[in-house]
């Protein structure tokens, strides 16, 4: 059974600081999404990596995706109120169009 | 542009009573998902449809039943309900084939009791 295991679970910041959040597995994947989730709605994509190794940006969010394709993170830069949310890394699983969800990182910015 | 609409948004069932619950999406995306959120476990894929007419297993099928009535629409059914279905629901939609983004609705919340 492919896993995708996010840390840390819950996360409480004051507003200006730095976060990462991971997420790993011990299987590779073909590509990795982030989505936040915010409360009542449904999850929304932030990116999607697929290349070992990139790196991609969205304003003061960095995502990357590990060398050998099995890990992310997710880093914001001075975090904002705005930024608290629930954060979700998904893969497909090999060999079907099938996609896996990790356990999520509950990110609280306080102002 | 409504994107994916699931009704309804709230229900409370006692147990072993059934319900539909629906999804529909505007995009033309050919695959169809549900998928049920608990406290600490993410999300966890229950059915899934590639396209019309066709419908698969996810990782937490028991107990649920799906239909894919055309290319907008995809149904989840519990027949009998159990207070371990106690969950939010969840419907996404996307355009086949891998690395595709997926579209959620706003989700079910459904208690059972």
């Known amino acids: 059974t492919q896993l995708l295991e996010q840390s840390p679970q819950f996360l409480s910041i004051q507003e200006g600081e730095n976060l990462t959040v991971y997420c790993n597995s011990s299987?590779?994947?073909?590509?990795l999404q982030w989505y936040r989730q915010e409360p009542g709605e449904g999850p929304v994509l932030l990116v999607t990596?697929?290349?070992?190794?990139e790196v991609k940006k969205l304003k003061r969010l960095t995502f990357q995706f590990g060398d050998a394709r099995k890990d992310s993170s997710l880093h914001i830069t001075a975090a904002q109120p705005g930024d608290t949310g629930l954060y979700l890394c998904?893969?497909?699983?090999?060999?079907?169009?099938?996609?896996?969800f990790g356990t999520g990182t509950r990110l609280k910015v306080l102002a | 542009n409504a994107g994916v609409t699931q009704t309804p948004k709230f229900q409370v069932l006692k147990t072993g009573q059934s319900m539909t619950l629906q999804c529909a999406q505007d995009?033309?995306?050919?695959?169809m998902y549900w998928y049920r959120q608990d406290p600490g476990m993410g999300l966890r894929l229950i059915y899934y449809s590639a396209s019309e007419g066709t419908t698969d297993k996810g990782e937490v099928p028991n107990g649920y039943n799906v239909s894919r009535l055309n290319k907008r629409e995809f149904s989840l059914r519990l027949e009998s309900a159990a207070p371990s279905q106690t969950s939010v629901y969840f419907c996404a939609s996307s355009v086949s084939g891998g690395n595709q983004p997926q579209h959620f609705g706003d989700g079910t919340r459904l208690s059972i009791l």
């Open positions: 990596v697929v290349t070992g190794g």
């Open positions: 299987s590779v994947f073909s590509s």
């Open positions: 995009m033309n995306h050919n695959s």
């Open positions: 998904a893969a497909m699983g090999s060999g079907t169009y099938k996609y896996i």
